[in-house]
């Protein structure tokens, strides 16, 4: 393990304990970080350390893990990007509440000045068990929307927050992203490397590329969150006043149909226009048109030289299916961050573009 003394000194005075650093949003806060200068821990329970990053071992369900690994830690700034899916919402809010609650607690000598969480629009759709099916705001959603009557993790977390925030006197924000696109491997909600293996899968069985979601989303409007612009808004709410003890959304800023979209990527991930197929009649989840298909990857991964031939740490079937098979409009606002200065924004296509581009040169996918 990397010790302290081997850390370049943050040229920023602010040093930023990532959690969850492994996943999209994580990496992508830990790169803008280390180019701004800032000094950089993670913590895991590997402890992984790489260039420009200090790996700290600890164990988010084990207060006391938590304790020892963090009693010598002095970070001003943390970023909360981890959780664990559990089989029940009231098992994700002792488990994900509970993770956040001591880690904030075994910091309460450290110096914080800003807590930054990532969470996203189950705030207003509800959770997995129960995903928009009871009444939701109208859209665009907007950050004043009361909570939903149903019980949340989300909900959990923030309030684990806020109490630390006053106990502890620093400040936070919330940030709700739609769905996140961007790079990491073996991550358990990937839309853009979910999409990529099943249009590799069906170049190389030569099978239709088949739009998995409802008629809605086909159709309708919708719009996504690229992790470097989630990463941007965090550190900027991070240190920058107008951003301090606010929930924010942050979605690209585009909009677009899943029916314009859908070709677009097809062709920058190589399928024959012939073999792509919009909705038709009704969903066709993932998870079913590729189980007869995954035994394959091997194989494919072995033709191209690619680094990783378990599918599973590539393809989150399950993830991509509940995000298009919704059977309603999911449209974000982002006047409230934009009114207080956060003014970045994305082109949604060109952003699957470059994170197809970056798997392909690290022979992820052919």
């Not at 920023?12 to 200068?37: D, F, H, K, M, P």
Request: hydrophobic residues 40%.
């Amino acid at each position: 393990m990397t010790s302290i003394a081997d850390t370049p000194p943050s040229s920023t005075g602010r040093t930023a304990l990532i959690v969850g650093a492994s996943g999209i949003t994580g990496s992508a806060i830990a790169r803008q970080l280390i180019a701004e200068g800032w000094e950089v821990t993670t913590l895991s329970r590997s402890a992984a350390s790489t260039e420009g990053i200090r790996g700290i071992a600890a164990d988010l369900r084990d207060p006391e893990s938590l304790k020892s690994a963090l009693a010598d830690e002095r970070p001003t700034h943390v970023f909360f990007t981890a959780w664990q899916k559990q089989d029940s919402e009231a098992e994700n809010i002792t488990v994900n509440g509970g993770m956040l609650r001591d880690l904030l607690a075994a910091l309460s000598h450290a110096p914080l000045q800003h807590v930054a969480l990532v969470t996203g629009l189950k705030h207003y759709l509800g959770p997995f068990e129960a995903y928009a099916a009871g009444a939701t705001p109208d859209t665009p959603f907007h950050e004043e929307e009361p909570r939903l009557e149903t019980p949340n993790f989300y909900y959990a977390q923030e309030d684990e927050l806020f109490a630390a925030a006053s106990l502890q006197r620093f400040e936070w924000s919330v940030h709700r992203a739609h769905t996140i696109i961007g790079h990491a491997v073996g991550n358990a909600m990937n839309m853009g490397l979910t999409i990529a293996v099943q249009a590799t899968i069906a170049k190389e069985l030569d099978l239709d590329f088949v739009f998995p979601g409802s008629e809605q989303q086909w159709n309708g409007l919708t719009d996504m969150t690229d992790a470097s612009l989630l990463a941007e808004q965090m550190i900027w709410a991070s240190t920058d006043p107008a951003g301090a003890n606010e929930a924010f959304n942050i979605v690209n800023g585009d909009v677009f149909r899943w029916r314009w979209m859908w070709p677009r990527l097809a062709a920058d991930l190589g399928v024959p226009a012939e073999r792509v197929v919009g909705f038709s009649g009704a969903p066709r989840p993932l998870e079913e048109q590729m189980a007869p298909h995954e035994a394959a990857w091997p194989q494919i991964a072995q033709k191209h030289g690619l680094a990783e031939a378990d599918i599973s740490r590539l393809a989150s079937w399950w993830h991509t299916d509940a995000d298009l098979g919704r059977d309603m409009e999911v449209v974000t606002d982002m006047g409230k961050s934009r009114d207080a200065g956060f003014l970045s924004h994305r082109r949604t296509e060109q952003a699957f573009k470059d994170l197809f581009a970056r798997y392909r040169s690290e022979r992820i996918i052919p």
